[in-house]
T-cell receptor, first 115, second 111 residues
Framework: NAGVTQTPKFRVLKTGQSMTLLCAQD?????MYWYRQDPGMGLRLIHY???????AKGEVPDGYNVSRLKKQNFLLGLESAAPSQTSVYFC??????????????FGEGSWLTVV | RKEVEQDPGPFNVPEGATVAFNCTYS??????FFWYRQDCRKEPKLLMS???SGNEDGRFTAQLNRASQYISLLIRDSKLSDSATYLC????????????FGTGTQLKVEL
């Protein structure tokens, strides 16, 4: 099993450009998440999904959109990139119903720089 | 006040030392607690869950004090490979199985 896979791993964007980060998981998890991690701020939840076709806002949703059209995929879109969105983005998934409790499994991260 | 607070460190310790990290959380309704480990430029990975009765996994011991709302992690006989950032994680009630992460405590184990 690959677990949680994110693409791309690295990207440089110009201010105002748009892009989509793709997350795929092969563990049949119901829940998926997008976090960003910045120095001194820890991991902050952007958006999350509790099942196919559903999404919800997290702690820092502004400037991002998400979609969960298929259970295994969770897309994060940046509508008009800003330098403040320079960060490391982690996708994650979990499923309490599978007996793993509240354990979250992370992808390897996507390093995004907005210039 | 942050929901989950940790001393950022770094903790620089010699190999073989015992080191302890503490973490405090603000919401008394918090249900589950974890320690995650994150290596430089890598994703966080679950180190261990924290149970009310305390639990041990090899050289690692986790404790929970609900009355004082803090969690601790003790590492005995530190190895060079233990060098990493340790994240305290708290599960709060609410939709989406949401976890709240502390900012992490950096550990550097030296020869």
């Amino acid at each position: 099993n690959a677990g949680v896979t994110q693409t791309p791993k690295f990207r440089v964007l110009k201010t105002g450009q748009s892009m989509t980060l793709l997350c795929a998981q092969d563990m049949n998890h119901e829940y998926m998440y997008w976090y960003r991690q910045d120095p001194g701020m820890g991991l902050r939840l952007i958006h999350y999904s509790v099942g196919e076709g559903t999404t919800a806002k997290g702690e820092v949703p502004d400037g991002y959109n998400v979609s969960r059209l298929k259970k295994q995929n969770f897309l994060l879109g940046l509508e008009s990139a800003a330098p403040s969105q320079t960060s490391v983005y982690f996708c994650a998934s979990s499923d309490p119903g599978q007996g793993t409790g509240n354990t979250i499994y992370f992808g390897e991260g996507s390093w995004l720089t907005v210039v | 006040r942050k929901e989950v607070e940790q001393d950022p460190g770094p903790f620089n310790v010699p190999e073989g030392a015992t080191v302890a990290f503490n973490c405090t959380y603000s919401n008394s309704a918090s249900q589950s607690f974890f320690w995650y480990r994150q290596d430089c430029r890598k994703e966080p990975k679950l180190l261990m869950s924290v149970y009310s009765s305390g639990n041990e996994d090899g050289r690692f011991t986790a404790q929970l004090n609900r009355a004082s709302q803090y969690i601790s992690l003790l590492i005995r006989d530190s190895k060079l490979s233990d060098s990493a950032t340790y994240l305290c994680v708290v599960y709060l009630t609410g939709g989406g199985n949401k976890l709240t992460f502390g900012t992490g405590t950096q550990l550097k184990v030296e020869l």
